[in-house]
């Protein structure tokens, strides 16, 4: 089985850091694309940024140049750097994973972490 541990939430005062990690579980466990999302109540799970298996990163226009997503494959970990915090990005961050073991698709959820943002 896959599991995401997410790790890193909390409350942050405007034009703050915070770093998100999210460590994955699972023998055997190819990944193709990991990533963070995060929701507001009563909206969608937006992506925020995404690695994928060979590297190349992708991210949400509202956080370009705030924002960088990393791996460290050694330690099966994706972290979430995010600069100059703004109250606008308060939300639950969620870790999500989409890959193989053999050849079985999962597309594994974390349990989320609260990020707030106060002004």
């Known amino acids: 089985q896959v599991q995401l541990v997410e790790s890193g939430g909390g409350l942050v005062q405007a034009g703050g850091s915070l770093r998100l990690s999210c460590a994955v579980s699972?023998?055997?466990?190819?990944?193709?694309?990991i990533g963070w999302y995060r929701q507001v109540p009563e909206k969608q799970r937006d992506l925020v940024a995404g690695?994928?298996?060979?590297?190349?990163?992708s991210y949400a226009d509202s956080v370009k140049g705030r924002f960088t997503i990393s791996r460290d494959n050694a330690k099966n970990t994706v972290y979430l750097e995010m600069n100059r915090l703004n109250p606008e990005d308060t939300a639950v961050y969620y870790c999500?994973?989409?890959?193989?073991?053999?050849?079985?698709?999962?597309?594994?959820w974390g349990q989320g972490t609260q990020v707030t943002v106060s002004s």
């Open positions: 699972g023998r055997a466990f190819r990944i193709i694309l």
């Open positions: 690695v994928h298996s060979d590297g190349s990163t």
């Open positions: 999500n994973a989409k890959g193989y073991i053999g050849t079985l698709f999962y597309d594994q």
